[in-house]
Structures are given as structure tokens and as C-alpha cells.
């Protein structure tokens, strides 16, 4: 057996404990009936497009509790009658989704959201204010106070976003995807929202944050190690820090999950460690999907395009 066949060995079986607290779901719930009090406020201006038969519009609206969040939204001029809807969240701090990038949903008649993440966009600026800031980024902005956390806002804009989506387009059916940040930001999605028809995540970040933060050689889960290194080298914050992180944790949100689920998982990757994939993975409770993909880092091949493609028909038989 050579290394790597040990390794995929290992993380077939890696499905470490969840660090949900007692209180977990009751805080969830909790949001989501706050959530009800905000009304969208749903903008929309159109763009000039320079492909026939695709509109482009932008969008504004209103965040959880504050903030006014912006989208783009892409649509044929033809909506299929049967057609789901799709949103789809972008990368941490690397919001580079141009409407091209939907066009292989579009071009079946199915209308997409991309959602611009708060504060990650020029045009999604963030009005909350945080109790503490962070050593850089936004992992440990308001890290303490979980009702306050940077995250705990964006999962529930992403889950208002989902609602947007169906009032632009007159569809109850929707789908997600998202890579890395965007990864975790449709599971996030698919766990607390209802209805959702199926998720493509592809590797996945915001899943499994205490073995993360020590396997991960680059990226924002290294602002975490900064803090500790810097801000409290004692780690006297860490059991305060780390149960903060268990509320947006991927991994604890998975068992929420019911839809059908395609993972994506790059084996040698610095920022997103395969293992914190896995770990999300063995947690999804409905029909799951994993591809690995031994010599990339933190992207994936292209023909994982035609394998999301795939998982799509396998479970939207009639379009």
C-alpha cells in the first residue's frame, strides 16, 4: 500500500465527533424566526448584456438585520416552465464570478443569483458593528459573541438569499453552489433553508475548524493561528474562540442536510485540508456524492464541470 491508498484510507473513514453545543439548533431556529421580522427590499436594475437571449440585472437586498447585500442576477429570456433556480456563492475574499459563469445552468433556461458575500464586496458593504475586530480578514471579527459573529450574518444572508432568489424568479425550486468559502456558504444554505433540491460543493472551507487551523498551511484559517500567535500566544480565548466557530461549522450543520450532495475535494490542498472535506462529508445525512482529485491543491479540473453536470440530471430527471 503506498502512501497515498493510506491516506484515502484514513479519510474514508475520517468522521470525527461534531462539536454542536447543546443549544445549537435552538440558535438556528432562533435566527430564522428573527429573520421573519426583515423584509427583503428587493432591487433590481438591468444591465446591458452583450450575449442575445441573456439578461443580467443587479440587485440589492436587505442583509439579516442590516446591510444591503448585492447580487447579480442572470436569467434566460426563456425560463423553462419546469426549471429550478440556482444561487450561487463565491470564494473568500475572491469574488471574481462573472455572468459567464452561470451559463451552464442558463443555457438549460434555469435563472441564477450570485450573491456578493457582505463586506467581501465593494458593492456588499458591511454596517454591522463588531465587538472586536479581527488580526486580519474576517474569521475573528466578533469571534466572542456568536450572536454577533462575522459569520453568523453572512449564513443568514446567504439563507435570505435563497428567498430572493425565488421572488425574482417565481421558482420554489433552487439549488446551490459554491466553492471554498462559497462551499461552506451552500451548506450553510442547504442546512437551514427548506426545499432545497440539491447542493455542489467543491472544497469546502468553514468545515472542521480545529483540525483546519493545524493542517492549514495558507488561507484564512491561518488568521485564526495569527490571532493566537499574536493577540494570546497563552490560547487563554481558545475554548471561548473555538466554541464561537462550532455554530457556523460545516461539519455541524451537515447532519441538517437532507438534500442530495456532490463534494468536491482537492488531495494536496494547502488551504482547504482534505480531511476537513471528509469530515463534512461523512456528516451530510442524504444522498452524497465525493470526488477527489489526487494532484490539485485548492481548485479542481475542469471535467469536474461535466461531473456537476452530471449529478444535475441525475437528480432533476425531467429538464
Known amino acids: 500500500m503506498n502512501a497515498y491508498d493510506g491516506a484515502m ?11 454542536k453545543i447543546a443549544d445549537f439548533d435552538a440558535f438556528w431556529n432562533g435566527l430564522k424566526v428573527e429573520n421573519q421580522e426583515y423584509p427583503l427590499n428587493v432591487e433590481v436594475k438591468e444591465r446591458s448584456y452583450s450575449v442575445p437571449g441573456v439578461k443580467v440585472y443587479d440587485v440589492a437586498f436587505d442583509g439579516f438585520r442590516n446591510s444591503r447585500i448585492h447580487g447579480v442576477y442572470v436569467t434566460p429570456e426563456v425560463v423553462k416552465d419546469d426549471a429550478p433556480a440556482v444561487v450561487i456563492f463565491h470564494g473568500y475574499n475572491w469574488n471574481t464570478l462573472q455572468p459567464h459563469y452561470t451559463f451552464k445552468h442558463v443555457i438549460q433556461g434555469i435563472p441564477v443569483l450570485l450573491v456578493d458575500v457582505r463586506g467581501q464586496s465593494v458593492k456588499s458593504a458591511d454596517k454591522n458593528s463588531y465587538e472586536n475586530g479581527g488580526a486580519a480578514g474576517w474569521l475573528m471579527q466578533g469571534v466572542f459573541d456568536r450572536n454577533q459573529y462575522y459569520y453568523t450574518y453572512v449564513y443568514m444572508d446567504c439563507y435570505r438569499s435563497v428567498d430572493v432568489v425565488r421572488q425574482l424568479s417565481g421558482k420554489r425550486d433552487v439549488y ?11 451548506i450553510a444554505a442547504a442546512a437551514l433553508q427548506e426545499d432545497i433540491l440539491l447542493t455542489l460543493c467543491d472544497i469546502p472551507f468553514l468545515t472542521d475548524f480545529e483540525r483546519s487551523v493545524g493542517l492549514a498551511a495558507e488561507g484564512p484559517y491561518t488568521e485564526i493561528s495569527h490571532y493566537f500567535k499574536v493577540h494570546d500566544p497563552l490560547h487563554q480565548t481558545s475554548v471561548k474562540v473555538f466554541e ?15 438534500c442530495p450532495v456532490l463534494l468536491s475535494v482537492g488531495m494536496i490542498d494547502p488551504v482547504c485540508p482534505p480531511l476537513s ?34 449529478f444535475i440530471h441525475s437528480y432533476i430527471k425531467s429538464m
Open 9 to 19: 484510507e484514513q479519510l474514508r473513514n475520517y468522521k470525527p465527533q461534531q462539536t
Open 176 to 186: 446551490l453552489e459554491g466553492g471554498s468559502q462559497g462551499g461552506g456558504l451552500a
Open 244 to 258: 464561537t466557530l462550532s455554530y457556523v461549522d460545516a461539519m455541524n450543520l451537515a447532519s441538517s442536510v437532507t
Open 277 to 310: 472535506a471528509f469530515a463534512l462529508y461523512h456528516h451530510l445525512d442524504g444522498p452524497k456524492e465525493i470526488r477527489t482529485y489526487r494532484k490539485y491543491g485548492h481548485e479542481v479540473p475542469m471535467i469536474h464541470e461535466e461531473e456537476k453536470l452530471k
